[in-house]
Every structure is written in C-alpha cells, then in structure tokens.
C-alpha cells in the first residue's frame, strides 16, 4: 500500500485547508486510515482516524470539533479538514494506514500504522 498525502500550506489563524491522502496499491488489505502530526521538537501525536470502508471516525481532544475526516472510496482517498486552524496546529502532518485484521479501540497510536505518507507542513501564523 503506498499513500500519498498532499495539501499543506501557509495559512492565518482561524482559516481552513484541507490534506487529503490518496491510497494506492493492495487497498483491499486496508482497515483504518489516520492522521497524525508532529511539531518541532515535539512526538508524533493522534490526530483523527477512520476506518477505510464504514464505521465512525474518532479524533483526539484537541482537534475534535474543529477538524473532519472523511473517505472516498472511489477515490481511494481520505480527507482531513482542518478548521479554525490554531497556531498549535502547525506540524507536519503524516497519514497512515493500518492492516486488515488489526482491531483496537481508537487507532491512535502510531505503532499501530504499517504504511505511512510523506507528510505536508501546515503552519499556521497568527
């Protein structure tokens, strides 16, 4: 499975983007499809999850109801939009998918992701 992720960007505080990662390859063996994102000098933390073909997404607290995620199966693509965009957004954002056959509560650790994107930076000045 190979991701490719793409649409960071400079944007202002309080303002929208949105990343999308585009699956290709054996995405049968897919189950879940996340977002995670690392400051400088900061751990790659949890941003949202869902699963690849049904299912609710979840997301961590910091991000949860300001940002989306959504899936396109046609498409092969998943979506993350970013909204009221906060300086403490700014990173690198990184997808990643997780095997078929893997089950956990929230999909929120990285060690959990067996494929993973080139990260857009998204930075978000004030």
């Known amino acids: 499975v190979q991701l490719q992720a793409s649409g960071g960007g400079l944007v202002q505080a309080g303002d929208s983007l949105r990343l999308s990662c585009a699956a290709s390859?054996?995405?049968?063996?897919?189950?879940?499809v996340g977002w995670f994102r690392q400051a400088p000098g900061k751990e790659r933390e949890f941003v949202a999850a869902i699963p690849w073909t049904d299912g609710s997404a979840t997301y961590a607290d910091s991000v949860k109801g300001r940002f989306t995620i959504s899936r396109d199966n046609v498409k092969n693509t998943v979506y993350l939009q970013m909204n009221s965009l906060k300086l403490e957004d700014t990173a690198v954002y990184y997808c990643?998918?997780?095997?078929?056959?893997?089950?956990?509560?929230?999909?929120?650790?990285?060690?959990?992701?067996?494929?993973w994107g080139q990260g857009p930076l998204v930075t978000v000045s004030s």
């Open positions: 390859g054996r995405t049968t063996s897919v189950a879940v």
């Open positions: 990643g998918a997780v095997s078929a056959g893997y089950y956990s509560r929230s999909y929120s650790y990285s060690y959990e992701y067996d494929y």
